[in-house]
């Protein structure tokens, strides 16, 4: 089987960490850390990239004590291309670390038409700042500090960066969303959500079938989006064009901890 082409995925990634505080590089990938928002693991974290076997010891080496002067009580590792780094997964996985996968998805579906029932969001005011705080909760993301930091990123930094938000609404009032960001041109797909009361509907499928479209319509060469393996979300997406190309591993330690 052929390698998948990681390097618009990168490019894109690259370029939204380097909308955080620091970047440090190393020759496996980089340190990620902003001292700003130490509940939120996106923002303070080590990227492995490189397709030469690396040593645990040697990413926490770098990865901790930056954790520790930023205020990060845990430390968190993605790493791109987990077929080349079976060591380094299984150290973390044998100390206790549990390995979390999630499946990258291109989109290859149709592009030609955007979804009528979908609207961008325009105004960023108080009840959009509420909807998003509250769709955080079906993330399983529910620390009233965690919530706080999330949102100040999206504020001070990703909407900034061009981020764009889509949303359905029911009676005015927004019951599912999704967000697309394109950076070095190449698009990326997240926190598709439907609230409770309006699932099962196809909103989900909407949103993301229209912010692929939104994609492609502002020039990104290529379109992901991460789902969680296994999950029923990868099915939805497959079924609105998306495919499978490969799978990134992460962890996240509490032994950050112990170093300080």
């Known amino acids: 089987m052929d390698r998948p082409d990681l390097e618009p995925l990168l490019r894109y990634w690259q370029a939204q960490d380097a909308l955080f505080d620091r970047v440090e590089l190393a020759w ?3 340190v990620v850390s902003d001292p700003r928002y130490p509940r939120v693991q996106e923002p303070n974290y080590a990227r492995v990239e490189t397709e030469q076997p690396v040593r645990l010891a040697e990413v926490e080496e770098a ?3 930056t954790m520790a002067r930023c205020g990060v009580r845990r430390g968190h590792v993605v790493v791109f291309r987990p077929e080349d780094q079976t060591d380094l997964l299984v150290d973390a996985s044998t100390r206790g670390d549990p390995i ?3 499946v990258v998805m291109e989109h290859s579906g149709d592009t030609s038409d955007r979804d009528p029932q979908v609207e961008e969001v325009e105004a960023f005011d108080g009840a959009f700042w509420r909807a998003h ?5 079906w993330f399983d993301v529910k620390d009233a500090g965690v919530v706080e930091e999330i949102a100040a990123i999206e504020r001070d930094l990703l909407v900034p960066a061009g981020r764009r938000w889509f949303t359905v609404r029911q009676e005015g009032t927004s ?3 999704a967000a697309l960001l394109v950076l070095e041109g190449v698009g990326y797909v997240d926190h598709v959500v439907t609230f409770p009361q309006a699932r099962r509907r196809g909103y989900a499928s ?3 079938r229209h912010a692929a479209w939104e994609s492609a319509t502002a020039g990104a060469e290529r379109t ?3 789902a969680e ?3 029923p979300a990868s099915a939805l997406y497959e079924r609105i064009g998306f495919r499978p190309v490969t799978t990134i591993a992460s962890w996240i330690s509490d032994r950050a901890d112990s170093r300080e």
């Open 229 to 231: 393996r296994d999950g």
């Open 206 to 208: 909407a949103l993301a």
């Open 100 to 102: 979390l996968w999630d």
């Open 63 to 65: 990865l901790l004590p």
């Open 28 to 30: 496996w990938g980089a």
């Open 224 to 226: 992901y989006l991460l």
């Open 133 to 137: 705080r509250e769709s955080l909760a």
């Open 175 to 177: 019951v599912a969303f």
